[in-house]
C-alpha cells in the first residue's frame, strides 16, 4: 500500500504538535515541497498577524506596511542562512542537502512565526497598560528573543536528527549567520511601531545605523536617559544623499 | 568519503578558491569594481600563501612522528580542508553581501569578512584534523597528533592573519 501525502491541515497539525514526526518527514525527504508549502503559509500569516499587531501602535497605513514587511524580514532572511546552513554542514561533514535544510529552516521559523502570533495580545494590551513607545520596542525586542529561542531548539533538534555528528556546531554557526542577518534585515525594513513624533508612516526609512547600536539607545531612552533634546523626524527612502 | 563521492581535484581547488574569492570581492566590492577584482585575488592569494608557508612544517612534524603514512594522505586532507573552508566562504557570501550592503561602516564590513574567514579556516582545520586522525597509525597515542596540529594551527592562524591584515585589511 502507497502512503497518502499528508493533507494541509494534518502538516499543520503536526507542526504545531508533534515535532519529532515533522523532523523524520524532512530527515526522510518526504513531500518536502507540501511541508514547505504549509510552513511558509504558516510563517507568511503569523507574521503578518504579528507585523499588523506592530503597526497598530499608531495605526492607519502603518498596520498595512508592518504586515507586509514582517513576513518578508522572515523569507529574505531564510533565502540568505540556507545557502550558509548547506555549507555549514558541508564543511563539518554532516549530510549537506539544501532542501532538506531550507525545509528545516522553513519549519523553525514557522514555529517561531506561531511563539509570536501567540504573543499578540500581550504586545496589543502593553499600550493599554501605559507602555511608553521606548518600552513597547523593548517588549516587541523580548518577545521576538522568546520566539527565537522556540526556532532555535527546533532547528538543534532538527540537526541532531539529521546526523547528531557536530549538530551543536551546525546550529551555533547558523544561529550566528541568522541572527546578525535578521536583526539587519528587520532594522533595514523599519519602522515597525513608528515613533511617536513621526508625521507619518512611511515604508522603509533610509539606511543609518545598526541594530545593536539601535537596541542599546532604546534601552537608554526607556531609562529615561536620552541622547539628544529631541527625536528626530526620519527622512523616507530612499535618504537624501543617497539615491 | 568514499572514492564515488569524492570531488575532482580541480573542483575540490575551484570551491577551495572560489569561496575565499567570493568573499575578498564583497569586501572590496564598496571601493568599485576594481577594488573588488583585486580583493578577490588578494584573499584566495593569502590562503594560499599561508598554505604554503606552513603545511611543509606540518608533514615534516607528522612524518617525523610516524603520524602521517604517506604524501598523498597528507594532499588529500588539505585540498579537502582547503574544500571546506571555501565551501562555508561560499555559503556565508549572500549573508554577507546583505550585512556589507546595509551597514554604512567600512570597518564593520571588514570585521565581518575576517571574522568569516577565520570561522571557515576553523572549519578546514577541524576536517583536517579529523581527515589526519583516520588515516593516522592505530598504534600511535591520538593525543600526539591533536598536540601537534594544535600547535601548527597556532602558528598558521598568526601568519595567516598577519597576511590577512597586510594585503587583504
Known amino acids: 500500500m502507497t502512503q497518502q501525502p499528508a493533507t494541509a491541515t494534518a502538516t499543520f497539525d503536526r507542526l504545531l504538535r508533534d515535532l519529532p514526526a515533522t523532523l523524520a518527514r524532512i530527515r526522510a525527504g518526504d513531500d518536502l515541497a507540501g511541508l514547505a508549502r504549509v510552513a511558509l503559509a504558516v510563517l507568511a500569516l503569523s507574521a503578518a498577524v504579528f507585523g499588523a499587531v506592530l503597526g497598530a501602535h499608531r495605526g492607519g497605513l502603518q498596520i498595512l506596511y508592518a504586515a507586509v514587511k514582517l513576513p518578508l524580514v522572515f523569507l529574505f532572511t531564510a533565502a540568505l542562512c540556507a545557502p550558509a546552513l548547506t555549507a555549514l554542514n558541508a564543511a563539518l561533514g554532516r549530510r549537506a542537502d539544501l532542501r532538506r535544510d531550507l525545509a528545516l529552516l522553513l519549519v523553525a521559523l514557522a514555529r517561531v512565526g506561531l511563539v509570536l502570533a501567540a504573543l499578540v495580545p500581550l504586545v496589543r494590551l502593553a499600550p493599554a497598560a501605559g507602555a511608553s513607545y521606548h518600552m513597547a520596542v523593548l517588549l516587541v525586542v523580548l518577545a521576538c528573543a522568546l520566539a527565537g529561542l522556540v526556532g532555535v531548539f527546533t532547528l538543534w533538534r532538527g540537526l541532531r536528527l539529521a546526523a547528531p555528528d557536530a549538530a551543536g556546531l551546525a546550529a551555533a554557526g547558523l544561529l550566528l549567520v541568522f541572527s546578525l542577518v535578521g536583526a539587519q534585515m528587520a532594522w533595514t525594513l523599519r519602522p515597525w511601531l513608528l515613533r511617536p513624533r513621526a508625521p507619518e508612516p512611511v515604508f522603509v526609512r533610509g539606511l543609518e545605523g545598526n541594530f545593536l547600536d539601535a537596541l542599546g539607545t532604546t534601552a537608554d531612552s526607556a531609562r529615561g536617559h536620552y541622547v539628544r533634546p529631541e527625536a528626530p523626524v526620519p527622512a523616507p527612502w530612499p535618504a537624501e544623499g543617497r539615491r | ?169
Request: hydrophobic share 65%; charged share 5%.
Open chain 2, 1 to 169: 568519503m568514499d572514492t564515488a563521492t569524492r570531488p575532482s581535484v580541480p573542483t575540490a581547488l575551484l570551491v577551495a578558491f572560489g569561496g575565499p574569492a567570493a568573499a575578498g570581492a564583497l569586501l572590496g566590492l564598496r571601493a568599485g569594481a576594481a577594488d573588488a577584482l583585486a580583493q578577490a585575488g588578494a584573499l584566495p592569494a593569502v590562503m594560499a600563501g599561508t598554505a604554503a608557508l606552513t603545511l611543509p612544517a606540518l608533514y615534516i612534524g607528522a612524518s617525523i612522528l610516524g603520524l602521517v603514512p604517506a604524501a598523498d594522505v597528507m594532499a588529500r586532507a588539505t585540498l579537502a580542508a582547503l574544500r571546506a573552508t571555501g565551501l562555508l566562504l561560499l555559503g556565508l557570501a549572500p549573508a554577507l553581501a546583505f550585512l556589507i550592503a546595509t551597514l554604512p561602516s567600512p570597518s564593520v564590513a571588514l570585521a565581518l569578512v575576517a571574522a568569516a574567514t577565520a570561522g571557515a579556516v576553523l572549519a578546514g582545520l577541524r576536517t583536517l584534523h579529523l581527515a589526519l586522525s583516520a588515516a593516522a597509525p592505530a598504534d600511535r597515542p591520538p593525543l600526539l597528533l591533536t598536540a601537534l596540529l594544535t600547535g601548527w594551527s597556532l602558528a598558521a592562524l598568526a601568519i595567516g592573519g598577519q597576511l590577512f591584515f597586510q594585503h587583504v585589511a
